[in-house]
Every structure is written in structure tokens, then in C-alpha cells.
């Protein structure tokens, strides 16, 4: 089925292009969602206006998107999280994780289905893209680390942690041993 799109779809086209799509994805997708309209003639004569609107407005997203990829230079997201020992979570990092501490620490907000591909699994450093555009996709920095011990601090939580279990431990010894209960 040929349509109009209105707006840009993702790996479809750019708004005021004419595609030819799945007659199920339009009349499901994307016409009620206001994305495209069906290439009737009437509409055909209505594309070059539509075209006109749509480089502007493709104009005026490029630069707000060129703002952002400058906002994200550099930007590094830290997640503690639980993980085996071997290094695997007990969850994952999401997309939709990292996009809540993006808005949180930096006051972006970007859609998470533009960043990254898939969920993180391990711990480790990892350099996730974030796709703005089909030709700006900026990386940011994700630090995946053991729960307790924080990267940023320059010594692990737990060892901070240490001397209060050690005064601990003296007075567990003075005290009288259980006995199970049989």
C-alpha cells in the first residue's frame, strides 16, 4: 500500500516522502498514529506542500538533535547492581534504565527505543549508542559495577563498611553461643 508519511519513520523515510508499506502496518500503525496518510490522488496533490513543511520542520529537529548529541559528549551513567561471581547480573541494565538516568542526572529526555540495542548483562564498561538521527548517534559511557563498590569514590564502599563489622565482631564472641534447637 503506497502512503504519505507525515512524519519521519524509522527505517521507513522522511516525512513528505512516499514509501510503500504493509497494507496491515498502515491501516494499523501507522495512519492512526497521525504518521502517514493513504496516497490517494487528491493527497498526491497535496504532497509538495507537505514536502515544503517537512524540510522546515526536518530543519529545525537536525539542530535540536545536534544540541543534544553536544549535551551527550562525554556523558558517563553509573549503575550499581547485584551480579554472581562471575560477573553476570542477577538483572539487566535497559534501555530504559539508562533513559531514566538520563533525564534524572542530566535533564534529557530521549525516547528508549533510541538507545542502545540491547539490554547489559555483565559488569564492565560499555559504550552504548544513542540514535537521534539515521546520521547522529552519539555514544555515551555506561559503568556497570558490583553493588558496594563505587568507581567514582576511588576506594570500595565495603571497606569504608570494614571497621564497623570489626567492632562488631568483638561483642559476637563475648556472647553466649546458641545451641540449635532439636
Do not use: C
Request: charged share 30%; hydrophobic share 40%.
Amino acid at each position: 500500500m503506497k502512503v504519505i508519511l507525515m512524519q519521519d519513520v524509522y527505517k521507513k523515510g522522511v516525512a513528505g516522502e512516499i514509501v510503500e508499506v504493509a497494507p496491515g502496518y498502515a491501516r494499523n500503525f501507522l495512519i492512526p498514529q497521525g504518521m502517514a496518510m493513504k496516497a490517494t490522488p487528491g493527497a498526491m496533490r497535496q504532497h509538495e506542500n507537505l514536502r515544503k513543511n517537512a524540510t522546515m520542520r526536518r530543519a529545525e529537529r537536525d539542530k535540536e538533535f545536534t544540541q543534544i548529541a553536544e549535551q551527550l559528549q562525554g556523558v558517563a551513567l553509573y549503575f550499581g547492581v547485584r551480579a554472581g561471581e562471575t560477573g553476570k547480573l542477577y538483572g539487566s541494565v535497559t534501555p530504559g534504565d539508562i533513559a531514566e538516568q538520563l533525564k534524572v542526572e542530566r535533564g534529557i529526555e530521549i525516547d528508549r527505543r533510541r538507545i542502545g540495542d540491547r539490554s547489559i548483562r555483565e559488569l564492565g564498561e560499555f559504550a552504548v549508542p544513542v540514535r537521534l538521527d539515521a546520521t547522529l548517534a552519539p555514544q555515551i559511557k555506561v559503568v556497570v559495577f558490583r553493588e558496594g563498590h563505587d568507581p567514582r569514590a576511588g576506594q570500595a564502599v565495603e571497606a569504608e563498611a570494614a571497621p564497623v563489622a570489626d567492632e562488631i565482631a568483638p561483642e559476637m564472641e563475648d556472647a553466649p553461643a546458641e545451641t540449635p534447637a532439636e
